[in-house]
């Protein structure tokens, strides 16, 4: 009795290791993912997203360009101070030239909200003050109506709000014009 066992025992390990090979095999053999890093899409406007803005005086503002619908609907929401700087910006990049108004839900600093025209031109700025979360009361900040292009938010604490005045007109320092920005953007739309 001592043999059977021993000889099925033997058949039963070698089953064991053939069934085990089998199945590491086919597990390696599939697309290799690498955990290590985070699968993103590719951003299909990355070739346009950052741009600098430059004031008259020659400061410079790291903008972002929020294009998408999504984007523009999140805008700075959420978004903590420590993660936006006081020569960053967002850009809300439009098409058209319309009445626009925007609110501040969810906010965790104050913001300085700009009108501009097509040539990134100030019609005018409102200072919107924080409102984390969705709640009211108390009302969440409402700008009132521009007609305007584009639409620049930046920190109100932000030393670069002392220069902002109706009618100054940013310089866009990029390679390719504000033109051509929209014209990529149209093409990936």
Known sequence: MLSFITQNGAKLIKNILIIGTLLFI????????NSSKETRPKDPYSKVRNIKLAFPSGKLIDTK???????????LSGTKS?????????LFFYFE?????????????DLAIIFLD?????????????HPGMDEPPSIYRTKQYKSRHVLEIRADSPLVKELEK?????????ISLSEIESSIRLLQ
């Open 167 to 175: 009618g100054l007109k940013f310089k866009l320092i990029s390679k």
């Open 65 to 75: 360009l929020a294009i998408t619908q999504e984007e523009q609907t999140i805008g």
């Open 118 to 130: 097509k040539d990134l031109k100030i019609i005018d700025w409102e200072i919107a003050p924080h």
């Open 82 to 90: 420590s993660d936006f700087g006081a020569s960053d910006a967002l």
């Open 97 to 109: 030239t319309d009445m626009k108004g925007f609110w501040m839900p969810n906010t965790l600093f």
């Open 26 to 33: 086919s597990c390696n053999s599939g697309p290799q993912h």
